[in-house]
């Protein structure tokens, strides 16, 4: 195992998320344009995820059945629907994460707090990229940045993570956002 002070490898950063099977905490979103939303993450791998956000925003973004739904309780729009495979965020969310797959890291530092690993698909570089912030001792998931195909850029900064327990399958369920009891 390194020290607190050094990069985490790879395959030490892809065997984490590949034992990270369910997990629950608050997350703050610093958003393109500035503004910064707050919520809940529910975390299920392989491939689930739902954000659910605190007032004023009261949306609810619900990764599963390999799609992606965003749901803006603000917007009269229909929710917003994306195949999960062509977001940065099923890199993380695949059942086997291997980071040390041929040009899917395009970039591994460390800096003296932090190792920051950027990763894409490396079959669809232009569905843009994910940028991975772990603490080591023992490693922790704590920030992701999502550039997107589009160019925008998303940070999320997770708090402690409870991890482990069971999350009902429904709280991923790409056709119903219903509000969970936290």
Do not use: C
């Not at 979103?29 to 739902?50: C, E, F, L």
């Not at 041929?102 to 490396?122: E, F």
Request: charged share 20%; net charge positive.
């Amino acid at each position: 195992m390194p020290a607190a002070a050094d990069k985490l490898p790879l395959n030490e950063i892809s065997g984490y998320l590949n034992k990270l099977k369910t997990a629950k905490g608050e997350f703050t979103q610093i958003n393109d344009d500035g503004s910064i939303s707050t919520g809940t993450i529910y975390i299920k791998r392989p491939g689930k995820v739902r954000f659910e956000y605190n007032a004023p925003d009261s949306g609810t973004v619900i990764a599963g059945s390999n799609t992606v739904v965003i749901y803006d309780k603000k917007s009269n729009q229909p929710a917003e629907t994306y195949p999960l495979s062509k977001t940065p965020l099923s890199i993380i969310l695949a059942a086997n994460v291997n980071l040390g797959q041929a040009k899917m890291v395009t970039g591994h530092s460390y800096d003296g707090t932090a190792t920051t690993v950027r990763a894409q698909d490396p079959a669809h570089p232009e569905y843009g990229n994910i940028e991975l912030k772990f603490t080591g001792s023992p490693v922790e998931l704590r920030q992701w940045i999502i550039n997107d195909g589009n160019g925008t850029r998303t940070t999320v900064v997770l708090g402690d993570l409870q991890k482990g327990g069971s999350l009902p399958n429904s709280l991923f369920d790409v056709g119903s956002p219903g509000k969970t009891n936290r």
